[in-house]
């Protein structure tokens, strides 16, 4: 009998506390348990102020939790020192944010490039002929030397989603992606996601506030007040220390 894949993202009661103006902590997750299977697509919703983006902070290795374990492609990220989270980030998460952090003085092909830049400390003829496919499967192709400035928010977005590709990432995350956009361009960006999750296996988790939108995803979790209200976690979450 065939064993389950095992997920490539698991969460097990994942506590995140703040000192917000006071000594008294904070706590703004309370217990998260979920994990993701490779190739989902899992819609996240939930009010203002429910943990959603400090939740994706956790997951994305840019905020450590504050108890809890969690581990991306099988590997314990509490075990890792800051340079392995940042090597570890580099390897298997992809972003895509509501606004998209392009370097205005670059080219969308220059932009693009940044990850493999950073990881490698250049970008190789492989790397540059990825980004110009990428580009053209956004639809830019023929932009390739426009700087940001010289795009659309639309046109934006989709240099901002060929960068957070461009690296193959095994788990994408994306914080409203389409908060910005209009119903067709929202679509087309959400259609871009979902199609790279169908033809390379990346899982996706996608913080959307469009209902549309998470209608269309595998899945979706709702996080209120800090815990999760719907979406069971999927099995073989492993057990947070005692």
Do not use: W
């Amino acid at each position: 009998m065939t064993s389950p894949p095992s997920p490539i993202l698991r969460l097990a009661d994942i506590r995140k506390s703040y000192n917000i103006g006071t000594p008294v902590e904070t706590e703004v997750l309370h217990g998260i348990t979920l994990a993701l299977q490779e190739a989902e697509f899992v819609a996240l919703k939930g009010p203002s102020g429910s943990g959603k983006s400090t939740l994706l902070n956790i997951i994305g290795l840019l905020e450590r939790p504050t108890a809890g374990t969690l581990e991306i492609g099988g590997q314990a990220a509490q075990a890792l020192d800051d340079a392995g989270l940042t090597a570890l980030r580099g390897a298997t998460i992809g972003f895509v944010f509501q606004f998209h952090h392009l370097l205005p003085a670059f080219t969308a092909l220059e932009n693009v490039l940044l990850p493999s830049i950073i990881a490698h400390g250049t970008a190789t003829p492989e790397t540059e002929a990825t980004a110009r496919d990428l580009l053209a499967r956004v639809g830019l192709k023929g932009s390739e030397y426009k700087r940001p400035g010289e795009l659309s928010g639309g046109m934006q977005q989709r240099v901002a989603i060929a960068r957070a590709l461009s690296q193959r990432p095994r788990l994408i995350l994306a914080d409203e992606p389409t908060g910005n956009l209009d119903t067709v361009t929202a679509d087309e960006v959400f259609s871009l996601l979902r199609e790279f999750n169908h033809d390379h296996g990346s899982a996706c988790l996608i913080v959307t506030h469009d209902p549309r939108l998470a209608a269309r995803c595998d899945r979706v979790i709702e996080l209120v007040d800090g815990r999760l209200v719907s979406g069971p976690p999927q099995p073989h979450a492993p057990s947070a220390p005692a």
